[in-house]
């Protein structure tokens, strides 16, 4: 019987870094996974850092994972002076392709919403996209481009989290699964395990789609949409280039080793981690299609994950139900990798007992409902 | 110094082949291989056994492809005995595909051709394709089907002639470099390398495409063309089929682990070993048309090998040039497992000084040229 | 809402092989597997068909175990004519290898014990063994020769099952996990998954040290120990055998692909499936004790996986608890790829609701206790 | 029939920094190489900047080690900033560690030697060794530690100078192999390969164990032998550390994404690059010796590469024979990776003409025979 102030049910890069922050604080902390840390979604994801990326509107979204974009220079430091991974973030930009004329608009209309709010975001056309980058399509209308955002390696990255929390103390326990959560009228006593009980003051569920799972055992139903994701490497022969690009059904990132990562399918519904032939013939054409010399590139390997969502498209980051020591994080879709700092570090700060208004539209609260009604 | 009977340049499956039917034959022979025993285009191909798939007309080389095809069956059950390794000889016919009526017409034709040369080769139309093979597209207009064209693996093949070999007695070195041939007149008095050496009574160069730049120290001019093949293994998850399918630009091979083999790009003077982005697309592209359900098919991985081929199609074997005592056994194309045992035999049978009137027409001699009329 | 007669929970060898024999049947089976079939002990075992080996005493695991080698012949055949897969059933025998004359003493009780039986096993001296395999290491006292014993293709055998019983119409489902049964009373009334319900009218645990968990569900407490081994794969050079040497703390199996598979640690209590350093010190120094040429084989790659082992060494096959249809199959430890045929085929015949007196002993009951008495 | 300034024979990490710092003075640079650009040992290489680590006296090697070793970080900015590649650079010294007071009193002696010439380089005993790594074995008796040698990825290494080399115009040219070269008197007047004729002002043999071929078609005998290492990566579980461990017969590199590379053996005359069983035994035997807890890390994967070496063991690097035009760059052996910027600089220096004294005692002359008296 382990008593600790904190149990994290997964080890991905959402509970890695929640681990870590708490760490920090001093707190006693177990994580908890069923299979190797950042064995799925985490690692397989790209690494962009798209704060603005993905701003289509003001909204407590965009202001988070602009927060969380702006910790990254500090925490590639830390965690490199503390475990020796360099988490290789790569400060080179995005450029967000268009296609067509409406897309330009519609890109054009976002990087003016996101200079009024301080961002810089400029307009290129075919012609400027081409003469930075010449690998590009001649085909494109231009590009929405965007300095700040930027990418990392995910598994690096969730590696380091875990082995800088180990550091600071953390239990990070691999191959362990949760079986049930013991509960006492509004709080959760502790966790049961193939490994045996855990007892803890606070528990964290940040077990991706198998959360809901837990939760079911409360009584309630919180739903979360898998998404399955596709992805290959490539080695680029004659062309290369240096900023993301990002278009319509395909994104192409530079890695620091000099890969190209060809992202992704979206699968809902789908729990497979498999690559589908059909993904291979999507992504290889779509890639060759926004940068034609990429068809003499080397085609390296590919690989599916499994990312988590949610009906409304925001994560749930916060207090659970009506327990006071139970919290969640999970759902982060396409922003796993972006959010994890602020994500960790709000989670810590909730349960020392802070008030963290910034993720209150987060609450996993708005879309519970009693698990009854469901079937 | 060594002093051998037989040396062979080359450990492809043909020069393993060679080498084999040496040693059962009780001659002293060494194989010199630069790299590793079948690591280039031998274990690289699908390893179908298509001597009537090529059989476009009456010739010599039809007749080789289906005395070579006999060979297997008592080969597989010979290299087992002696070696411990199933070459997986899968004797399901062959299905080679129409998409049009204009494909279809001449695929009746061969199929005429064939029967009246005693083989088997029957016309079905799409419906009776599919009533045996219901993956199969419903947009074919009908298949030849081969029933005595077979398939075996590559990789094992190889590898169970270059075990056999040794056995037997024969000396087998890989990682060995030839950076000469010693002529003495009109013989070849030995083989230099960067292991020293080698003394032999007769020399075989199959050494693919390198066999080129041999034959230039002999000053004459052999031409063979690289010819690189892409090729892809996918897992199928709802379509399965028993019969090897053949199209234009695209067959796909069932495999005795469950796997299907899709292959294979042709790119002419290509020494790559690469692959290319855009081979994967026209692949996984046509084998998805062939066999919708394919799109489902889990990918598993890819690779590209060099085949030599010649000018006229024909492979080369036979006696080199006017040396007595030299001898050729290259550029089979795409049909190299297929020829590998009668060339081994008949290579064998010529060393002894046997008559070997059915390899006639492939004599390296036909397209042999002083070497000063090139460049 | 599906409504099937059987649904299995487990797709390893042994869910699959009751599937197979099911469908056979004409049963309506669903085969429910949390990551994908096969992916875990199933496909990391040698594929040693042992009976023989394992047997060092009359009792009813032996008489089980060599009904079931007698099977494998007969289903290689089936399940390839159904398939299309080749589960390389390899028939050369296994010397049982003692180092010392206390070994050789126990082993030469051991084969009279099974002569006496009418079994085949016959005490070889060093020289002898050294006749029939050179490779074997002068420093042996001998070895017990079991010609009949034999070994298989894990991996393919589970393929071939799992494709066999989709042939036949069962459903098989990967990555789904179980989340709960439903019980009424003595029933089970379905399972709840991640993707839904499954009522049936049986359910089979077959899914290894998971099935625990459920059975705690029950209010029961089945132990199920988990065993870790470690193996890897090796590519003879010079030293080639035929037959599977099996010593103390490492075995060498030669597979019909020309590789040897040296196995296998045990390390109990142990959930994960990396290979640790040390395994490989373990078994890369034992493997060239016993066969000394093996020093200069080719290292290809190592893996592990846990088996589901029970306290008294005997598997769990029979009707569960005093629940009318729900049935175990699982903690066959070593024994695992040997007992798949019979596993299945007794589960089949108990649901069908025959007698199958041969497996009583193996009633989960024996060792099944009421879980409050648990923590 | 290309017309270059410079021909390079040779696509490691030797031929692409010399193609590289060529381009950079603006020369036409074409790089032929045979298989893959890094393909062998130098992706193979654990990338140590062992400057002092190699110093077991003064003389010119020690010289040329330091001030290579002092480029590389403003080499990798340079590189960083022209390919996007991160060489991965960690300065964070090494620890020769001394098992015996032998050992001891020789890296004392070394310190000493060192620190004589402006070097850090301190004695530790074992306490402070092991309360800065506290994960190093308590049987060592000390070690010598070396802030200032680092390490870096040598696969990146290579591919950042092959990319930078082709974006500043060089010609780089995979799997092209060199058949001969064309001599005029005292000059080389070009490269005869299997795609053609290259002409060229200059030519450089980078080639490694290859070179004494294409030395031997000049007459002359250029002694290069060969040396097998053999390596593995782990990946730490408890143990970990933080500083390059270097000891008698093995040493552990941590790298940049958290794995720690183990190496070397070292087996001259061998060609072969395969891993035998045996130097896993012997890796794993010395790893765990040195870092006990590296018992339960993660093994990875193995890889062999051959270096090549020199029977003084000093480099080649110099203008060959009496050739006006010709220049030799090969025979690193452990160095190859830390030698390499400086190996590219000066022999961009010589080709333009300059003077470069500190590489005047690497003349490949100084071991050069007449090829006659081989054999």
Redesign the interface.
């Known amino acids: 019987m382990h008593e600790r102030d904190v149990v994290i049910i997964g080890g991905g890069v959402i509970g890695c870094s929640i681990a870590y922050y708490l760490a920090k604080r001093g707190a006693r902390v177990t994580v908890l996974e069923r299979d190797?840390f950042g064995s799925h979604a985490s690692s397989a994801a790209a690494g962009i850092l798209g704060a603005q990326l993905e701003m289509d509107g003001p909204g407590p979204l965009s202001e988070l994972c602009l927060k969380s974009r702006s910790m990254f220079p500090d925490l590639a430091s830390e965690l490199y002076r503390l475990?020796?991974?360099?988490i290789?973030l790569?400060r080179?930009g995005i450029m967000h392709i268009a296609w067509t004329p409406e897309e330009a608009e519609m890109l054009r209309h976002r990087g003016a919403l996101q200079r009024s709010r301080g961002e810089v975001a400029d307009w290129w056309d075919r012609d400027r996209v081409r003469s930075l980058e010449p690998a590009v399509s001649d085909q494109i209308e231009g590009a929405l481009y965007i300095p700040r955002d930027s990418h990392v390696?995910p598994?690096?990255l969730t590696?380091?989290f875990s082995?800088a929390a180990e550091?600071l103390g953390a239990e990070m326990i691999?191959?362990?699964?949760v079986?049930s959560l013991r509960i006492e009228k509004d709080r959760v006593e502790g966790v049961e395990s193939?490994?045996g009980?855990f007892r803890a003051e606070h528990v964290v569920l940040a077990a991706g789609?198998?959360t809901?799972?837990l939760a079911?055992q409360l009584g309630v139903h919180l739903p979360v949409v898998p998404m399955k994701g596709e992805s290959l490497a490539?080695?680029p022969r004659r062309a290369?280039f240096?900023r993301t690009l990002f278009a319509e059904g395909c994104y192409l990132v530079?890695k620091?080793?000099?890969k190209v990562i060809v992202g992704a399918t979206e699968r809902g519904g789908d729990?497979?981690?498999?690559?589908?032939?059909?993904?291979?013939?999507c992504l290889?054409?779509k890639?060759?299609r926004l940068v034609p010399d990429?068809?003499?590139?080397?085609?390296i390997?590919?690989w599916a994950s499994v990312r988590p969502s949610s009906p409304d498209g925001l994560p749930y980051v916060g207090r659970m139900g009506h327990y006071r020591n139970l919290f969640v994080a999970t759902s982060h879709f396409r922003n796993g990798i972006l959010l994890s700092p602020i994500t960790g570090q709000r989670i810590a700060d909730l349960i020392a007992g802070e008030e963290v208004p910034d993720i209150e539209p987060f609450s996993p609260n708005r879309l519970l409902s009693d698990d009854s009604s469901q079937?």
Request: charged share 30%; proline share 2%; aromatic share 10%.
């Open positions: 190797l475990t020796g991974i360099d290789e790569i080179a390696s598994a690096r590696r380091a082995f550091l691999e191959r362990c699964e079986t193939d490994r009980t789609a198998w809901v799972t079911k490539v080695f290369r240096e530079p620091a080793d000099g729990f497979t981690e498999w690559v589908t032939t059909d993904a291979i013939r290889t054409s890639a060759v990429l068809a003499e590139s080397t085609f390997r590919a079937q």
